[in-house]
C-alpha cells in the first residue's frame, strides 16, 4: 500500500473541488469530469452522505462500463433508500462512472473506445479517460477508507454474484470476506482497474459481480444490498447490525484454478446449466450444433465445479467462451451440496443439476 495517502482518521467534513458536505448532512451533485465537443459539461451523479458521529468513508462505484446496469440500482438503494438513521461515517455513492457510455448504452467510452476501468488513478495531461478517472479518483475515491466496485458480466454472458479482490492484501480481504458472498476470486486486479489501483493507493477495494449487462436483476440486487450492509457492519458504520456469513465460502485463485471453457466449433449453444449451478465431472455443460442439427459439440465438465458465469447468446465461433468453471475443494463441496439437498439457492440460481 502506499504511505503517503490522505488522512482518513474519520468523522469531520466530506470536501471535494468544488463543495463540502459537514457531519450530520447530505449531498447530490453533478459533478464535472469533462466537455462534450461543444464545451459543455461532462458530470456524472454524486451522492455524499455523512452520518452525524465520526467512522469509515465508504465510497461505492458503479457503471463504469456504461451498460452494466445492476450495480447502479445498488449504488442508488443505498444513497437515497437505507435509512441513514445511525450512520458513523460517510457514504459516497457514485452509480454511474461512465455517464457518456451510460447515455449510449456502451461499455466503453463513445468515439475515444476506451475502457474507463483500465484508466485508473488517471492523469490530468493525458488521454481523455485518464482525466475523466482521475477526477473520480481524487475526488471521491482515496479520500475514502474503503471501496466496493459494482459490475455485471460483458453482453451475452451472466455472472452469478461473487466477489473479485486481492485475498494476499489483508485489508482488501477483510471487505471480500465482509462482504459474505460464496465465492471470491482472488486476483490483483487488471492494471488501471478501479479496485487495483485503489488497493494500491491505500483504499482496499473489491469488486461485486451479479448478472449480466442491460437489465435489472431484482434478486441480485437485494442480494447485493445484503453485502453491502454486513460491510458496514464490518467496519462500524452501522455499529448495531451484524456481519452476514453466507453459509460456506471458497476462495478461488484466480491465477490458476478458474476455468474459461471455450467452444471448439462454431454453432448454436444449447447451454444445460445455469450460472450458479453446481457440475460433477463429465457432465454435459452444453451442446453445440449446425443448423440442420446433424452435428452434435457435447462439451463435458473437465471436473467437478461451479458455474461461475455462463453464455447467454446462444451463438459462438471457434474460441468463444462457455462458461467459468471454477473447481471446488472437498469441504466446499460437501457444504454446497448439503445446502442444494436442503432446498437453499444461495449461490446465483438453483444450485443442483441440469436447467429443464
Not at 188 to 204: C, I, K, T
Not at 212 to 238: C, M, N, P, W
Not at 261 to 280: F, K, N, P, S, T
Not at 335 to 352: I, K, P
Request: proline share 7%.
Amino acid at each position: 500500500m502506499a504511505d503517503d495517502g490522505p488522512d482518513r482518521s474519520g468523522g469531520g467534513a466530506f470536501t471535494y473541488d468544488g463543495g463540502t458536505v459537514e457531519p450530520g448532512e447530505a449531498a447530490n451533485v453533478r459533478f464535472p469530469v469533462s466537455e462534450t465537443y461543444l464545451g459543455d459539461p461532462v458530470r456524472i451523479p454524486v451522492t455524499i452522505v455523512n452520518g452525524a458521529e465520526p467512522g469509515p468513508a465508504v465510497c461505492l462505484t458503479a457503471a463504469a462500463h456504461g451498460d452494466e446496469l445492476n450495480g447502479i440500482e445498488v449504488v442508488r438503494e443505498v444513497a437515497h433508500e437505507l435509512d441513514h438513521e445511525g450512520l458513523c461515517g460517510t457514504l459516497v455513492c457514485l452509480p454511474v462512472l461512465n455517464v457518456p457510455g451510460f447515455l449510449a448504452q456502451k461499455r466503453y467510452l463513445p468515439v475515444l473506445d476506451r475502457d474507463l476501468n483500465r484508466s485508473f488513478p488517471g492523469r490530468e495531461d493525458s488521454t481523455s479517460s485518464r482525466r475523466i478517472a482521475k477526477r473520480i479518483f481524487d475526488n471521491f475515491v482515496e479520500p475514502c477508507d474503503l471501496g466496493l466496485d459494482f459490475h455485471t458480466s460483458t453482453r451475452g454472458r451472466t455472472n452469478m454474484l461473487h466477489v473479485r479482490a486481492d485475498m494476499e492484501d489483508e485489508a482488501v480481504a477483510r471487505v471480500a470476506k465482509a462482504f459474505a458472498t460464496n465465492v471470491i476470486i482472488s486476483s490483483d486486479g487488471p492494471s488501471g482497474s478501479l479496485r487495483r489501483e485503489a488497493s494500491e493507493h491505500g483504499v482496499p477495494t473489491i469488486t461485486v459481480e451479479m448478472g449480466e449487462a442491460h437489465r435489472f436483476q431484482r434478486g441480485l440486487i437485494d442480494r447485493a444490498l445484503a453485502g453491502v450492509r454486513s460491510v458496514l457492519a464490518e467496519f462500524g458504520a452501522f455499529p448495531d447490525e451484524e456481519v452476514a456469513w453466507p453459509g460456506w465460502r471458497t476462495v478461488i485463485d484466480g491465477s490458476e484454478e478458474k476455468t474459461w471453457l471455450r467452444a471448439g466449433v462454431g454453432g448454436i449453444v444449447d447451454m444445460h446449466y445455469e450460472r450458479g449451478d453446481l457440475v460433477y465431472e463429465d457432465d454435459p455443460i452444453c451442446t453445440i450444433t449446425n443448423p440442420f442439427k446433424t452435428d452434435n459439440d457435447v462439451v463435458r465438465a473437465p471436473f467437478t465445479g461451479l458455474l461461475v458465469g455462463v453464455l447467454e447468446n446462444p451463438v459462438v465461433y471457434p474460441g468463444n467462451p462457455l462458461c467459468h468453471l471454477v473447481e471446488l475443494d472437498e469441504d466446499t463441496l460437501t457444504a454446497l451440496t448439503r445446502e442444494r439437498d436442503a432446498g437453499g439457492g444461495s449461490t446465483g440460481s438453483a444450485v443442483g443439476g441440469p436447467a429443464p
